[in-house]
C-alpha cells in the first residue's frame, strides 16, 4: 500500500509541472526578415511585453529570411507543433494567403502585423497605415522642392504590402505634383546596400537631373545618402524622405539630411501579442502599456479586425526623446 501511494505521490508531482507547463501559452511569430533595425526592433519589444516577462506566454521568433516559402514552412512547424496562436509579418501579400488558411484549418488563430496579407481569415491585424505614410514622406519631398524637378522612388520588394501601399500614397502625392517627373522607379528589397548601388547607377544615368530622393523606408533613404556623398555632391541639394523612423535615420534628421516618419515597432509588436493571446483566453486584458500611449486606438476588447498605430513624424524637437527611447 505504501509503495502504491509513493508511486501516486511521484505521478503526482510528475504531472503538477506538466500542468502548469501547458497553462504558458506558445505563441510564435514569423518576420519576413531580422537583417535591419526595425524587425529587430520588432521582435524586441515582442519579447519585452509584460506577459512573455512575467512568463505567462512563450515567444519564439522566425526569421523568415525573406523568402514566403520559408514562412509556409514555418507555418508548417507551428501548426505541427500546436501553437496557440501565430504572429505573421508577411514578406508577400498574396503568398502568405495559404499558411493562413493552413493555420486557420487547423484551429488556431493568426493576427497580422506591419505587413498586409490578403485573407480574411486573420482574427486582427495591427499595424500602421502605409498609404498614409507614402503620402506624407513624398509630400516632405515634394515640398521641399517646390513641386518642380525630377524625383527618383525605391521600393520595397515588390509584392509586399508596405510596397504596395506606400507606392499608392507616393502616387497620391504626386499627382498634386504635376511638374514632378518620377526618372527612376525600382527596388532595393529594403536594403541599405542595394539602395546605395541604385542610386550610384541613376546619379551616373541622370547627373545633375535628381532633385529628390522617395524612398520606401529610412534604409533604402540611408542608402542612397551613401551615394550622393560618395560621389562627391551634397546632400543638402537633394530633398530625400524615408519611413521606420530607425536609429540612423533620426540621427540623419537631426544632421538636416532627410526627412523620416516614425513607424512605432513597438506598439505594433506588442499591440498584435495582446490581440494573440485575447484570441486564446476570452477573460484576457491587455497588458502592454502601448493602450495608454495611443488612446486613439481603442482596444474594444481586442475583437477589431484592424488596430492603426498613429505615425509619428522625426522631428528636431522629438528627435533626442526617440533615440533615448532605445536605450
Known sequence: ????????????????????????????ATVYGLNAEFMQIWTAALQKHPAVQKGEVEVT???????????????????????????????????????????????????????????????SYVGSNDVEA????AKSVLDKMGCKGNV??????????????????????????????????????????????????????HPG?????????????LGAIEAIKAAN????????????GVTDAINAVKRGEMASILQDANAQAQGALDVAIKAVKPDYKPESPIWQQYPSMKWD??????YLVPWTPVTLENADKLLESRK
Open 61 to 123: 521568433i522566425f526569421d523568415g529570411r525573406y523568402d514566403a516559402l520559408v514562412q509556409q514552412e514555418q507555418f508548417n512547424t507551428m501548426i505541427t507543433q500546436k501553437y496557440n496562436a501565430i504572429i505573421f509579418v508577411p514578406m508577400d501579400i498574396e503568398a502568405g494567403a495559404a499558411a493562413v488558411q493552413a493555420a486557420h484549418d487547423a484551429g488556431i488563430p493568426v493576427v497580422g502585423s506591419n505587413a498586409r496579407v490578403n485573407s480574411d481569415l486573420l482574427t
Open 209 to 221: 537631373q535628381i532633385q529628390g530622393v522617395i524612398g520606401q523606408n529610412d534604409e533604402m533613404a
Open 301 to 306: 476588447d481586442g475583437k477589431d479586425k484592424t
Open 1 to 28: 500500500m505504501k509503495k502504491l501511494m509513493l508511486a501516486f505521490a511521484m505521478a503526482s508531482a510528475l504531472y503538477a509541472p506538466s500542468a502548469m507547463a501547458q497553462e504558458k501559452l506558445k505563441i510564435g
Open 233 to 244: 555632391l551634397k546632400v543638402s541639394d537633394f530633398a530625400i524622405a524615408g519611413i521606420d
Open 134 to 137: 507614402g503620402e506624407l514622406e
Open 152 to 205: 527618383v522612388i525605391i521600393e520595397g520588394p515588390i509584392g509586399q504590402s508596405g510596397q504596395i501601399q506606400r507606392l499608392e500614397g507616393n502616387e497620391k502625392a504626386l499627382a498634386a505634383c504635376p511638374d514632378v517627373k518620377v526618372l527612376e522607379q525600382q527596388t532595393a528589397n529594403w536594403s541599405r546596400a542595394e539602395a546605395q548601388t541604385l542610386m550610384e547607377n541613376w546619379l551616373t544615368s
